[in-house]
C-alpha cells in the first residue's frame, strides 16, 4: 500500500503543478469573461442608473430594444457587415495563404508582411484608414485621381461606408486568419499532390480534390469564428462613422453601447441587447459544431 502510494507521489504533484499554471487563466477567464456574461445577464431584467438602486423590470428591457425603430436597422447592418466580410475576409486570407504556400523565395519576409497588422493596436489601424478614406487628400481618393477616376466619399456616403468598414477588418484580422490557414496547408502529405498532378490535374483541380477536402475542418472552425467575430464588430463603426451615415452603419455591438454610455446610461437595455446576440452566437455556434463532429464521423 505505501509503494502504491509512493508510485502516485509523482503524478499528484504534477497534476499540481499543471492546476496551479491553469489557475491563472482560469481567475482571468473569471473575471474577465464570466463574471461580466453573468452581470449582463442580470442587468438585463433589471432597470439600473447611477444613483438609486436597481430595480426588477423582468421583460421591459427586451421589449423596449425590440421596439426601438434602430432595433431592425441594426440587425440588417450587422448581417449585411458580416456577409461582406465572409466574402472579404474569409476567402483573401486562404487565398494568400496558397500563394504563400508555393514560394519558395522570401516566404519568411511576406508572412511577417502579412502578419504586421494584427501586431498594430487597432485603434491606430483604424485611424491610419481613416486617413486613407479622407474625401480630400485621402490616399484611396489620390489613386482613383491618378487612374483619372472620379473620387469617393467613402465614410460619408451610405452607399459605401459599410463597405469601407469591411475593407479595414478585413486588412486588419488577415493576418491570423493566413498564418492558421498556412499552418494547415503545410500538414497536406505531398504525396497527395504528386497524385493529383500524375492523374493530370492542374491547380484548380488540386484545389478542389485535395487542398479543401485536407483542410475542411480548419476551414469550418474557422468560418464559425469569422462569424461570432464579426457580429460584434464595435471598433471600426465607433471610430470611423460614428454609426452614420443615416445610421448605415449602426451594428448591434455599436447600439448596445449607446444603450449603456449614451441613451441615458441605459445599462438594462445595453445589456438585454446582449443577451439577444449571446443567444443567436451561441444557437450558430452549436450548429456548426455539430456540423464539425458530423465531418470527423
Known amino acids: 500500500m505505501t509503494s502504491l502510494s509512493t508510485r502516485r507521489l509523482p503524478g499528484v504533484r504534477r497534476n499540481l503543478t499543471a492546476y496551479g499554471f491553469l489557475c491563472a487563466a482560469l481567475f482571468c477567464f473569471a473575471v474577465f469573461a464570466w463574471y461580466p456574461m453573468i452581470r449582463e445577464f442580470i442587468l438585463s431584467f433589471q432597470k439600473t442608473n447611477l444613483i438609486g438602486s436597481p430595480q426588477w423590470v423582468g421583460l421591459d428591457n427586451f421589449t423596449a430594444v425590440v421596439q426601438d425603430p434602430a432595433f431592425g436597422q441594426a440587425w440588417l447592418n450587422t448581417a449585411e457587415f458580416t456577409v461582406l466580410a465572409l466574402l472579404c475576409g474569409y476567402a483573401v486570407p486562404f487565398v494568400v495563404a496558397l500563394v504563400l504556400n508555393e514560394l519558395r523565395h522570401a516566404r519568411a519576409y511576406l508572412r511577417f508582411v502579412v502578419y504586421l497588422p494584427v501586431m498594430l493596436p487597432p485603434i491606430v489601424a483604424v485611424l491610419l484608414f481613416k486617413w486613407f478614406f479622407d474625401p480630400g487628400p485621402g490616399l484611396f481618393n489620390q489613386i482613383l485621381d491618378f487612374f483619372h477616376l472620379p473620387?469617393?466619399?467613402?465614410?460619408?456616403?451610405?452607399?459605401?461606408?459599410?463597405?469601407?468598414?469591411?475593407?479595414?477588418?478585413?486588412?486588419?484580422?488577415?493576418?491570423?486568419?493566413?498564418?492558421?490557414?498556412?499552418?494547415?496547408?503545410?500538414?497536406?502529405?505531398?504525396?497527395?499532390?504528386?497524385?493529383?498532378?500524375?492523374?493530370?490535374?492542374?491547380?484548380?483541380?488540386?484545389?478542389?480534390?485535395?487542398?479543401?477536402?485536407?483542410?475542411?475542418?480548419?476551414?469550418?472552425?474557422?468560418?464559425?469564428?469569422?462569424?461570432?467575430?464579426?457580429?460584434?464588430?464595435?471598433?471600426?463603426?465607433?471610430?470611423?462613422?460614428?454609426?452614420?451615415?443615416?445610421?448605415?452603419?449602426?451594428?448591434?455591438?455599436?447600439?448596445?453601447?449607446?444603450?449603456?454610455?449614451?441613451?441615458?446610461?441605459?445599462?438594462?437595455?445595453?445589456?438585454?441587447?446582449g443577451m439577444m446576440l449571446m443567444i443567436v452566437l451561441l444557437a450558430f455556434a452549436a450548429f456548426q459544431l455539430r456540423l464539425t463532429r458530423e465531418d470527423k464521423s
Open 151 to 273: 473620387g469617393l466619399a467613402w465614410l460619408d456616403s451610405s452607399a459605401t461606408a459599410l463597405i469601407s468598414l469591411v475593407i479595414v477588418s478585413t486588412w486588419m484580422n488577415m493576418g491570423s486568419a493566413t498564418l492558421i490557414y498556412l499552418a494547415a496547408l503545410q500538414n497536406i502529405p505531398p504525396e497527395l499532390y504528386e497524385a493529383a498532378e500524375l492523374d493530370g490535374a492542374g491547380i484548380l483541380k488540386r484545389i478542389r480534390h485535395v487542398t479543401i477536402p485536407q483542410t475542411r475542418l480548419i476551414l469550418l472552425l474557422m468560418l464559425m469564428l469569422q462569424i461570432v467575430a464579426t457580429m460584434q464588430v464595435f471598433i471600426e463603426p465607433y471610430m470611423l462613422t460614428g454609426g452614420g451615415p443615416e445610421n448605415a452603419t449602426v451594428t448591434v455591438a455599436y447600439l448596445m453601447y449607446q444603450y449603456a454610455f449614451v441613451y441615458g446610461q441605459n445599462y438594462g437595455a445595453g445589456g438585454a441587447l
